[in-house]
């Protein structure tokens, strides 16, 4: 039963990876719709008869979900340490919890810094302006990805801290 919770965590990640993603690239087309209709729709061979949001969200998934194999068999791996399942089931929660927050503020940090130069950028109105959104948009997703990273290192050292307290706690007993 405890290996199969681990399990059903692992393969919620990408889901939850990809839903992130869905979400970010559809803020990201509201603040720089040229870049996915002249750079990613045709990259992906998104219909122009589909909302153009929608694309967004397809190219998110689709350029996400992919994270959340390595961040949920990490996630699992450490969960799997804990003896009970309740547990396990409370610490990958709050595991999950950990690392999505920390995306979401480092993405935040990412679209806040980086919306500055994309409205710069609008103005220049060329080819060379939708060369600089894309780096400009590169950078963002940068800051996402790190911040998933970090989160899931925060998310690690949190599951290895409680550990260590509960061995702690029951030596001194």
């Known amino acids: 039963m405890h290996f199969t919770l681990i399990l059903f965590f692992i393969v919620v990640a990408p889901v939850i990876s990809g839903c ?11 603040l720089a719709p040229e870049f996915f ?5 045709p990259q992906f061979e998104i219909s122009s008869k589909m909302r153009p949001v929608v694309g967004a969200a397809i190219i998110g998934f689709a350029n996400s979900w992919k994270i959340g194999i390595p961040i949920g068999i990490i996630l699992g791996a450490m969960s799997y340490m804990h003896r009970s399942i ?3 089931y409370k610490y990958m929660i709050i595991s999950y919890l950990i690392a999505i927050v920390t995306a979401i503020v480092f993405a935040t940090i990412g679209l806040v810094l ?5 409205t710069q950028n609008m103005l220049l109105g060329s080819d060379k302006a939708l060369q600089r959104t894309v780096e400009i948009i590169v950078n963002m997703n940068n800051f996402t990805q790190a911040g998933a990273l970090i989160g899931t290192a925060l998310a690690c050292a949190w599951q290895l801290y409680m550990i260590l307290r509960k061995k702690e706690r029951i030596q001194s007993v």
């Not at 993603?21 to 087309?29: E, K, L, S, T």
């Not at 209709?37 to 729709?41: A, I, L, S, V």
């Open 114 to 118: 980086m919306n500055n130069q994309l």
């Open 37 to 41: 209709t002249e750079y990613r729709f």
């Open 86 to 88: 309740q547990k396990t």
């Open 20 to 30: 992130f993603g869905a979400m970010y690239d559809m803020i990201v087309f509201t």
